[in-house]
């Protein structure tokens, strides 16, 4: 595989959006919100009483998600704005992203709030970001301009991560007065961070043409298009089964994520420690990830999906039963593995099997339920928690969705899904 032929203007500034907006997946999102959370914020609340209204915190901005997403896609795609709309969202993010550091020790309300709204405008803008896959790729393609965006992202969020979490252990070095004066000032630096590497996804990445377009943002167009789409998933009935198995797996990708730094101090592991996994799920998803693309090119993007829910169904059983940081380590390296691939190749595979005039629409179905995933998962730890005082059953309660997401998976034709998508488009 020559990778040079992949590495054009619009390819290289589109993936590049990844680097920028995977600080705050892995700085906030997974690591410093839910510590200091736990350690500043929310300092004196019980372990499963902090976990709730994390996992709350999260299912709230995932709803709004899910409600705003297909709505925001059929606009997008009447009104040619998927760049617009990328950028309000992206904005969004990044202002609130910085307003976390103005928030005092306690303030634990005034924190959810923000985190809610920063974590609305890093997923409301995804949606925009994944639907111009189809304008800078051809199908052949798909597979490795996907990867190459989430080896970019696990690459981009890593360094800075490594930064910050220098700062934090070392604050004196730089200048800080105390580690909480660095994990602070973190959030400062995701948000320029987020903005400075967002430029070239706006200046180099354009979006298709239709003739039966306007520039203006039209709701009720929109409206009309919304239950056009509709109708035409639910006559797609290869999209349809692939959105719902995706539904299941990415839920338990989404939770692990985003709770594994909450159940790795549940059950007793140092902050530092949990920290040092992230770092090695990153820098271990980097070249994973672009060799998942390569065996997706090979082998097919369904095949290799299906082989990392096997994985992870283990790993979340493993995870119930570890005892030490030796066994998270191990964890986060098999994570890191598979993480990557999972993520690119499920985006990939929707690529080929939609109508590509309508990529934002049908990607906004695409977020909607990845992110009504993101409802129950961290829910269902929390309340499984709470219910049993037993964090090991929490994490062992999400093994069902990636059984249910695989065996759905297993039945989705990806050939007669092209088929489908391609009649629609003449």
């Avoid at 915190?57 to 896609?73: D, E, W």
Wanted: aromatic share 14%.
């Amino acid at each position: 595989m020559k990778i040079k032929q992949y590495l054009t203007k619009p390819v290289i500034s589109w993936a590049l959006y990844d680097w920028a907006n995977s600080a705050f997946a892995v700085v906030v999102l997974t690591a410093f919100f839910p510590i200091f959370f736990k350690s500043y914020w929310s300092s004196g609340t019980d372990v499963a009483t902090s976990t709730l209204q994390l996992g709350v915190a999260n299912s709230v901005s995932s709803i709004v998600i899910v409600l705003l997403a297909p709505f925001l896609g059929a606009i997008a795609d009447a009104s040619q704005a998927k760049k617009r709309f990328l950028v309000s969202f992206g904005l969004v993010g990044i202002i609130m992203t910085g307003c976390l550091f103005f928030i005092g020790e306690g303030q634990w309300l005034i924190a959810i709030i923000c985190f809610i709204i920063a974590t609305i405008g890093f997923m409301g803008a995804n949606i925009f970001y994944d639907s111009l896959l189809v304008n800078i790729a051809t199908k052949d393609k798909y597979d490795v301009v996907s990867a190459l965006g989430y080896s970019l992202g696990y690459l981009g969020g890593g360094l800075l991560f490594s930064i910050t979490v220098a700062m934090t252990l070392w604050p004196e070095s730089f200048g800080f007065s105390s580690k909480t004066a660095a994990v602070q000032f973190s959030f400062v630096a995701v948000s320029l961070w987020w903005f400075i590497f967002s430029l070239p996804i706006i200046f180099f990445v354009h979006e298709s043409k239709k003739t039966d377009a306007t520039n203006k943002i039209d709701i009720s167009s929109g409206l009309q298009q919304l239950k056009q789409t509709f109708k035409e998933i639910r006559s797609l009935k290869v999209v349809s089964l692939f959105l719902i198995a995706y539904w299941f797996y990415i839920d338990g990708v989404d939770t692990i994520v985003r709770m594994a730094i909450d159940y790795g101090m549940s059950i007793g592991l140092e902050t530092t420690d949990l920290i040092k996994a992230i770092l090695i799920t990153q820098f271990v998803g980097f070249p994973s990830a672009l060799l998942f693309g390569y065996f997706g090119q090979k082998w097919g993007a369904k095949r290799i999906v299906l082989f990392t829910i096997c994985a992870y169904l283990i790993l979340t059983i493993l995870a119930s039963m570890m005892d030490n940081v030796k066994e998270f380590y191990i964890l986060a390296i098999c994570i890191g593995l598979v993480q990557g691939g999972i993520q690119s190749l499920s985006r990939s595979f929707y690529a080929r099997i939609i109508p590509h005039t309508k990529s934002a629409e049908f990607f906004g179905f695409y977020n909607m339920l990845g992110k009504f995933a993101a409802v129950l998962g961290p829910l269902l730890m929390g309340v499984v928690g709470v219910l049993t005082g037993n964090p090991r059953i929490s994490i062992l309660s999400i093994a069902v969705l990636f059984l249910i997401g695989g065996v759905l998976l297993y039945f989705v034709d990806e050939q007669k899904g092209i088929q489908m998508a391609k009649a629609l488009e003449d």
